[in-house]
């Protein structure tokens, strides 16, 4: 009976299954279909709309946009106040990027390496969990905890280094009044949102190193210092260079914590805010946007170069 | 003879699991030295407790007269042939063979050129340039002991160096790691569960089994008078026989080894047992033949061209008296 079942007329979705079995095709394009949609006409049309923007230019009479093609507004990228925000975004990028790799490191070469088990959940629950709760939440908690009648104040007052605290303080540039209102701030706490961006991928890079090739390096005489940089090393870069892909690029474009906290000075991201809200200056905003792009486009194509990627 | 490895009840364990058990066991510089065991018999954490992978839990290890307990792996003069190579992935082969080299800081022409000879000795000259994952599992193998001789060691270390290639490949280099092994000089460990792989290239052998060395000596010994039922039945195949099938063989009031390739078909009338004919297994160049006697059962090796009675007949055996060996209890 049941044999006859199955010989004979199948079902609507027996029909569709064979359908897709005659015409694997149909099956994947279906598949794609729904991502595709949305990768290729969302994301990649509005980033494609964007770059049109940055081509058009202001008219400074009327404030309204010239739908002409022009590279004056690149132009005005390279006026001294415009490119200092560039500059001051690139630089703070990098610092978070190479802070963030460093600290990074030993704790995702502790989670791969000796993590087991409970251990181990409770590594990655530990990394995840600050993701768990508000962004907003997070950095008005980092504002109050770097503020001058904040916790590190209160603190480093109390171990007596508040002459510490104050030379680096009166830093040029990097300084400010408290920690919640200088560059030193804005770099600890965009350092502290991204840093789980960085760890997941060092620890998934360095959790594919098979120990017997530590072993190899140690059995034909390196010392542990030199399997770290000849072994170690090279084959957990794909992971760093992943993890300061996010670092970086979250960092160029975040508007929000050197908003709240820092000096007035503008980042790319806040450039971006007020260039396309009150300014009402899109082709400007537009151009902007586009050099967080062509940033991370240098960077990846200089690590692939470099051979970031040959051990993936 | 100078002795290059010692161990001195040397003994590891793992929480409550003994993976090795107070052995002593003294190799000889220059020889080619076997571990056949089965696996989880201990004969890898061995080799680990010689090349400093593994830490003893009592007793010494001594490597050239020195004590090496708290000397860790990269001070050691040994190197190691690893299981799967070990081979490091971002690396060329030239930059493979020579990192040892690398390490102690030889400057570039004149580790490349080392590696370079290394790799004319391993038949492996013109493939400087091809990353581990370019090369097939016989070529990586040569790759890896290139690199693990390129730091001269007085003692090399295989740990089943062959078990990952097929067969023909595995005979070939059987024949190359002995030649390269005399011409060198160097001492070889070599860890294995396959017992042709041991006999046919060691100088002596050390069967393992359970954490203990059961019993040490040249192939020849080890097959001829195995010393226990355990070493008998790893060695090559054998009829155990009990006591009492021994008395009745003739033979000592001991568990038995008797090889199946010294049972003959004696003429009728002759011969020490009668048995009857069970079953014949065709091998090539030879026949298995299994005889129920009276008290057990025995198994013959015979010439593939001996013409053989139907099943179930009764046939005459005869074996050399002193093929009948008598083993330990243990």
């Not at chain 1, 007329?9 to 029909?15: A, D």
């Amino acid at each position: 009976m049941e044999l006859a079942a199955a010989s004979g007329k199948p079902g609507l979705l027996g029909r569709l299954s064979d359908v897709f079995w005659r015409k694997p095709g149909l099956f994947v394009f279906l598949l794609l279909l729904p991502p595709l949609l949305w990768l290729g006409v969302i994301y990649i049309g509005s980033l494609f709309a964007l770059l049109l923007q940055s081509f058009f230019s202001i008219d400074e009479f009327s404030g309204l946009v010239r739908y002409e093609f022009t590279l004056k507004t690149y132009g005005e990228l390279l006026a001294p106040a415009n490119y200092d925000v560039i500059l001051r975004t690139i630089l703070m990028a990098c610092a978070v990027s190479i802070a963030a790799a460093i600290i990074a490191f030993p704790i995702a070469y502790y989670a791969a390496r000796y993590a087991r088990g409970r251990i181990k959940a409770l590594f990655f629950l530990a990394v995840m969990l600050p993701l768990w709760s508000s962004y907003l939440v997070k950095i008005y908690a980092w504002k109050l905890i770097l503020a001058k009648e904040g916790i590190v104040n209160w603190l480093v007052e109390g171990l007596g280094l508040t002459l510490i605290l104050q030379a680096v303080l009166s830093l040029p540039v990097i300084g400010g009044n408290s920690l919640s209102v200088s560059y030193i701030g804005t770099f600890l706490v965009l350092l502290y949102v991204w840093l789980p961006f960085m760890i997941l991928p060092v620890q998934a890079a360095l959790e594919r190193v098979p120990a017997n090739l530590l072993e190899a390096s140690s059995d034909l005489g390196a010392a542990p210092n030199q399997t770290l940089r000849l072994v170690v090393f090279p084959l957990a870069l794909p992971g760093i260079v992943a993890g300061s892909i996010f670092t970086f690029s979250l960092t160029l474009g975040d508007y929000i914590v050197p908003q709240i906290i820092g000096s007035s000075r503008r980042f790319i991201g806040q450039a971006v805010y007020a260039h396309q809200g009150t300014a009402g200056n899109i082709p400007l905003a537009a151009a902007f946007a586009v050099v967080p792009i062509l940033v991370m486009a240098v960077y990846l194509w200089l690590a692939k170069r470099q051979g970031a990627f040959d051990a993936l | 003879m100078v002795i290059a490895v010692k161990f001195a009840k040397a003994c590891r364990r793992f929480g409550t699991v003994t993976a090795v058990a107070e052995i002593d066991l003294s190799i000889d510089e220059g020889s080619f030295f076997a571990m056949l065991g089965p696996s989880g018999s201990g004969k890898t954490t061995c080799l680990r407790l010689i090349s400093g992978f593994e830490r003893l839990t009592s007793g010494h290890i001594e490597i050239f007269g020195v004590l090496s307990d708290n000397i860790p792996p990269n001070r050691r003069p040994v190197n190691t042939v690893f299981q799967d190579y070990a081979l490091f992935p971002h690396l060329n082969v030239r930059d493979n063979v020579s990192f040892g080299l690398k390490i102690k800081g030889v400057p570039k022409d004149r580790r490349f050129k080392e590696a370079e000879s290394l790799l004319e000795l391993v038949k492996l000259g013109g493939y400087e340039n091809r990353l581990p994952s370019q090369l097939s599992g016989g070529q990586r193998q040569r790759v890896a002991l290139a690199r693990a001789l390129i730091n001269k060691p007085r003692v090399l270390l295989l740990d089943e160096p062959l078990g990952a290639l097929d067969l023909k490949l595995r005979e070939q280099m059987q024949d190359e790691l002995k030649t390269l092994q005399k011409s060198l000089g160097v001492t070889f460990i070599f860890v294995t569960h396959d017992q042709g792989e041991a006999l046919s290239m060691s100088d002596r052998v050390a069967v393992v089994n359970e954490g203990q060395i059961v019993q040490a000596d040249t192939p020849e010994e080890i097959y001829k008078r195995p010393r226990t039922r355990f070493v008998a039945d790893f060695v090559g195949a054998s009829n155990i026989l009990s006591p009492e099938l021994s008395i009745s063989f003739g033979g000592a009031a001991n568990w038995s080894s008797l090889r199946p390739e010294s049972v003959s078909i004696a003429a009728k009338g002759e011969g020490r047992v009668v048995g009857t004919l069970q079953a014949v297994r065709f091998l090539g160049a030879t026949k298995r033949v299994t005889f129920v006697v009276a008290g057990g059962e025995i198994a013959a090796q015979v010439g593939a061209d001996i013409d053989l009675p139907a099943p179930g007949s009764p046939v005459p055996l005869a074996w050399p008296a002193k093929a009948l060996h008598p083993m330990d209890d243990d």
